[in-house]
């Protein structure tokens, strides 16, 4: 398979993401470059492509991705992954505030530590940080799994839904109404059949799986009052 060389530079966001759409429905494997940590690369891509950034990307990186294999080399900023419904993301570094926010499926692997509110508003999918997630993690999560290797921060798993944020390593504080809970032995296996395949499975590690509540699940109660004891 031929390899697509696609410079960023100073060029149109526009222009430069019509090229990697081009090349990706010609089945090119495509090395984007001189990336200068700019914004909005990589957003839309169809499945099957395969798209490798070197150096560091801006925010929304691969967002909204329907189902390409997206590395990124180094660090990213805000949102990486935001909005996706299928494909892989690698992040080789740190990944910024919000990776994976609203996205419904796919995987998201961040090798570094992840910022503040990673996987927030999440409707499905996976997101693997090898490193330490920040503060409020999991923030509203619907659906799908957060799996962090390193440890979390403050407020982590804040107001979920029914997402689950998985840890590894020592937690700074819980957000507001979480429950957590020991996982059985189908649920870890669970989350290592998704490590594997990134080659991160341990079965000596010690989980915390962190689940709502359901404390705020309801705007109403048959106690006007019950609300004072959340």
């Not at 090395?31 to 070197?54: A, D, M, Q, Y």
Request: aromatic fraction near 6%; include cysteine.
């Amino acid at each position: 398979m031929s390899e697509v060389i696609i410079e960023v530079g100073d060029r149109g966001i526009r222009e430069i993401n019509r090229e990697i759409r081009v090349a990706c429905e010609a089945g090119s494997k495509i090395r984007v470059t001189n990336t200068l940590s700019r914004h909005n690369l990589g957003v839309g891509l169809p499945k099957g492509g395969e798209i490798i950034f070197e150096g560091s990307v801006g925010y929304y990186c691969g967002g909204l991705n329907t189902g390409a294999t997206i590395s990124i080399e180094r660090n990213t900023g805000w949102a990486v992954g935001e909005g996706m419904t299928d494909g892989l993301i690698t992040v080789g570094g740190y990944a910024g505030m919000s990776a994976g926010a609203a996205m419904m499926g796919g995987t998201i692997h961040i090798k570094g530590d992840s910022g503040p509110r990673c996987g927030v508003a999440m409707k499905g999918g996976h997101i693997v940080v090898e490193g330490k997630i920040g503060y409020q993690s999991g923030f509203m999560a619907h659906s799908g799994k957060i799996i962090a290797l390193g440890g979390a921060g403050a407020s982590c798993a804040d107001a979920l839904w029914e997402g689950e944020v998985w840890v590894a390593g020592e937690v700074e504080s819980l957000g507001v109404d979480v429950d957590v809970l020991e996982p059985t032995a189908e649920e870890v296996a669970e989350v290592d059949a998704v490590l594997e395949p990134l080659g991160l499975k341990d079965t000596s590690r010690e989980w915390r799986k962190m689940v709502s509540g359901q404390r705020l699940w309801y705007f109403e109660s048959r106690d006007a009052n019950a609300w004072l004891m959340i």
